[in-house]
Nanobody
Framework: QVQLVESGGGLVQAGDSLRLSCAAS????????LAWFRQAPGKEREIVGG????????YYADAVKGRFSISRDNAKNTMYLQMNSLSLEDTAVYYC??????????????????WGQGTQVTVSS
């Protein structure tokens, strides 16, 4: 069963950093692509970035390249999203997601079936 739990959101000021965590079941962590998405008020959910099951393939959306980075702790079955130089435009609910099938590398929202509960990130000026 695919289980995802996000944590680490909060209220920060522009320019600050924040690290989000996505804890997964062991089967999920070892067999699925995991990706970060975000959804701002009134906007569609969009991909932030992701990592495949081996940790070899990484993807970042253009909006976050150079500011955000994704890493993983295999011992904890946890993926992280390190967010630096946060701006007001980064304010959103951040979700960890997995696609419907294992061993499939995709960064398309429509392919994602499994979601965590989301964690709010609010950046203030």
């Amino acid at each position: 069963q695919v289980q995802l739990v996000e944590s680490g959101g909060g209220l920060v000021q522009a320019g600050d950093s924040l690290r989000l965590s996505c804890a997964a079941s062991e089967v999920t962590f070892k067999n699925y692509v995991l990706a970060w998405f975000r959804q701002a008020p009134g906007k569609e959910r969009e991909i932030v970035g992701g990592m495949n099951w081996s940790g070899v393939r990484l993807y970042y959306a253009d909006a976050v390249k150079g500011r955000f980075s994704i890493s993983r702790d295999n011992a904890k079955n946890t993926m992280y999203l390190q967010m630096n130089s946060l701006s007001l435009e980064d304010t959103a609910v951040y979700y960890c997601g997995a696609p419907a099938t294992p061993y499939r590398t995709t960064w398309d929202l429509k392919d994602y079936t499994y979601w965590g509960q989301g964690t709010q990130v609010t950046v203030s000026s």
